[in-house]
C-alpha cells in the first residue's frame, strides 16, 4: 500500500510493497536511541537488496514515555517511518532490531510488538522467515539473552526463525559482536565503537539468508 506522506523520502525508506510484481519485500524492522542498531539496519538491508528480486523496507517504532500515544508523530522528524500493522501483513520476512536493555530487548519495541494481537489472531506472520539483530555497550552484555527473548513473540506469531550458520566464517574470527542466534555489534561504553568489519559482514549474510529464504519460501506460499 502506498503511502503518500512519505513522499520526497530516500527509497529505502519510501518503498511500498507490490503484490502484483514478483518481488520478495523484506521488513527491517528496529529501535535504536544513539544509532549503533539503526546501523546495523542498514547493512541487513544492504544484504537484502543484494538478492536478486528482493526488495528492504526499513522501519522503526517510537519511543515510549508516559504520553508517547498522545503526542506522537506519526512519521519521525528524520530516519525511517513509523512500522504500521500493514508493514507486518505485507512483508515476506522481517529482520528485528532492538538495543540491548538489562540483557531484553528494548521497551519500545516490546510495546509495539505488544500490540500485535490482531496479526497473531490471523496468523498473518505464521510461516514467514524472521531474524534478530541487537548492540550493547559491552561485550558479554547479554547480547544473546536479547536475541533470545526477541525470538519469543515471533515464534508465538508462528514466523521461521533463523540464525548464522558457522559457514560464515567470521562468527569464529570476530573480536566484536557476531552470533549464531543473529548480528550483533559492540558499541562500547560511550556507544562511539564504529561497526567492524566482521560485525558488518554478518549483517549482510544475514540480509542475504533472510531475502533467499524469503523469496523460496514466498514463492511456495504464493504458488
Ligand atoms: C537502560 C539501558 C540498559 C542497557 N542495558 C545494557 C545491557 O544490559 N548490556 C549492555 O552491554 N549494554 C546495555 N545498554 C547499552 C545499549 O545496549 C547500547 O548502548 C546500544 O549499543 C545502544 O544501541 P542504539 O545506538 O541503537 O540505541 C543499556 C542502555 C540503556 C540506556
Redesign the pocket.
Known amino acids: 500500500m502506498a503511502r503518500p506522506e512519505l513522499a520526497g523520502r530516500p527509497n529505502l525508506f519510501s518503498r511500498s510493497f507490490n503484490s502484483v510484481t514478483a518481488m520478495t519485500d523484506l521488513l527491517v524492522l528496529y529501535y535504536?536511541?544513539?544509532?549503533?542498531?539503526?546501523n546495523m539496519a542498514r547493512h541487513i538491508a544492504h544484504g537484502i537488496e543484494s538478492v536478486r528480486d528482493c526488495t528492504a523496507r526499513l522501519r522503526t517504532v517510537p519511543p515510549v514515555s508516559a504520553v508517547c500515544e498522545a503526542c506522537e508523530d506519526d512519521i519521525p522528524a528524520a530516519g525511517p517511518p513509523y512500522a504500521s500493522h500493514d508493514d507486518l501483513q505485507e512483508c515476506d520476512g522481517l529482520a528485528l532490531g532492538s538495543?540491548?536493555?538489562?540483557?531484553n530487548m528494548a521497551a519500545p519495541l516490546k510495546y509495539f510488538i505488544d500490540a500485535t494481537g490482531d496479526l497473531w489472531l490471523s496468523g498473518t506472520l505464521a510461516g514467514k522467515p524472521a531474524a534478530v539483530f541487537t548492540?550493547?555497550?559491552?561485550q558479554h552484555?547479554?547480547q544473546e539473552s536479547t536475541l533470545l527473548s526477541m525470538m519469543l513473540p515471533l515464534l508465538h506469531h508462528g514466523m521461521i526463525i533463523m540464525g548464522l550458520p558457522y559457514q560464515e566464517p567470521e562468527l569464529m574470527t570476530t573480536q566484536s559482536g557476531g552470533t549464531p542466534y543473529g548480528p550483533t555489534?559492540v558499541?562500547g561504553p560511550d556507544?562511539k565503537l564504529p561497526i567492524s568489519d566482521h560485525e558488518k559482514r554478518l549483517c549482510i549474510a544475514l540480509g542475504k539468508r533472510l531475502a533467499l529464504t524469503a523469496a523460496m519460501l514466498g514463492k511456495g506460499r504464493k504458488s
Open positions: 535504536s536511541r544513539h544509532g549503533s542498531v539503526a538495543p540491548t536493555r538489562f540483557g548492540s550493547t555497550s559491552s552484555g547479554g555489534h558499541a556507544n
